[in-house]
């Protein structure tokens, strides 16, 4: 099971959504400041910069949709 897989429900075509990655190195630095005595209602509240994008084939596939080799370079994971 990718990383994917488990934040999509299966049969979802496409999911565009904050980089997990990014998400996890956030948090990491929300604890260090938290943990260097900063008070957490002082941390200003971050959006998110990254996306990513995942297509889900198979499904595409039982839609009977074809996905265009140009939109698939630009995505972050396929799901076969």
Avoid at 7 to 33: C, H, M, Q, W
Wanted: charged content about 25%; glycine content about 4%.
């Amino acid at each position: 099971m990718t990383q994917s897989c488990a934040f999509t429900d299966p049969g979802v075509l496409l999911t565009y959504r904050p980089s997990t990655a990014e998400g996890f190195r956030r948090v990491v630095n929300y604890i260090d400041k938290v943990l260097k005595g900063v008070k957490p209602a002082d941390i200003p509240v971050e959006q998110p910069t990254k996306f990513e994008l995942v297509i889900n084939l198979h499904t595409a596939r039982s839609l009977g949709l074809k996905i265009a080799p140009k939109v698939l370079a630009l995505t972050d994971e396929v799901i076969e």
